[in-house]
């Protein structure tokens, strides 16, 4: 199976917005609304950011939103923070031989 | 609150198998609401899935792991388990255990910490 492809990196300022991209194929991101991401922080393990393309877990920021159209799914980060400094993952079902398939991660760092 | 827990040896000689353990405290397993899974993370690079199952039975795992993977269920102690045979120093990762939403596409809310198993002679 294929991973889903990330940009390796994405930075920005403080207070500033940026949005990671996720492309997949018409097998995953283009016909489901399984999308899901995480962020990692070093050494820990990840944390579910959004599910189900753009919905939000209990207790996540508001500045984290998602979406996507046609094969790309997208995260934004809005009023970056420090804190938002981490590894980003987008993850999908797909109706290939594996079932889940994660993205190739995107490293966000806030200058 | 839900918690999960790794458990098992960190070496493990080629050839032969990684066996862990996700004690689950917290929650039942045995709810029947949630899949329970396993996905790693070789060091420095990305996530990997490697399979889930139900307490009903249906297990899911990844086509390229499929030959050497089980998952399965232990009730009676609220814990679940990865065996992975036949192991190369490619298998050397961070396993975590997972807990799914409902809906067992739509993501992992619950992640243990991770063991770092190394595959080494």
């Known amino acids: 199976q294929s991973a889903l492809t990330q940009p390796a990196s994405v930075s920005g300022s403080p207070g500033q917005s940026i949005t990671i991209s996720c492309t997949g194929t018409?097998?995953?991101?283009?016909?489901?609304?399984?999308v899901s991401w995480y962020q990692q922080h070093p050494g820990k393990a990840p944390k579910l950011m959004i599910y189900?393309?753009?919905n939000r877990p209990s207790g996540v920021s508001n500045r984290f939103s998602a979406s996507k159209s046609g094969n790309t799914a997208s995260l934004s980060i809005s009023g970056l923070q420090a804190e938002d400094e981490a590894d980003y993952y987008c993850?999908?079902?797909?109706?290939?031989?594996?079932?889940?398939?994660f993205g190739t991660g995107t490293k966000v760092t806030v200058l | 609150q839900l918690q999960l827990q790794e458990s098992g040896p960190g070496l493990v000689k080629p050839s032969e198998t990684l066996s862990l353990t996700c004690t689950v405290s917290?929650?039942?397993?045995?709810?029947?609401?949630?899949?329970w899974g396993w996905i790693r993370q070789p060091p420095g690079k990305g996530l990997e899935w490697i399979g889930s199952?139900?307490?009903?039975?249906?297990?899911y795992s990844n086509s390229s792991l499929e030959s050497r993977v089980t998952i399965s269920l232990d009730t009676s102690k609220n814990r679940f388990s990865l065996n992975l045979r036949s192991v190369t120093a490619a298998d050397t990762a961070v396993y975590y255990c997972?807990?799914?939403?409902?809906?067992?596409?739509?993501?992992?809310?619950?992640w243990g910490q991770g063991a770092l198993v190394t595959v080494s002679s």
């Open positions: 199952v139900y307490f009903g039975g249906s297990t």
């Open positions: 917290g929650g039942s397993i045995s709810s029947g609401t949630y899949y």
């Open positions: 993850c999908s079902y797909s109706s290939s031989s594996t079932p889940y398939v």
């Open positions: 189900d393309v753009s």
């Open positions: 997972v807990r799914s939403l409902p809906s067992l596409w739509s993501g992992y809310d619950f």
């Open positions: 018409s097998s995953d991101i283009g016909n489901y609304n399984s």
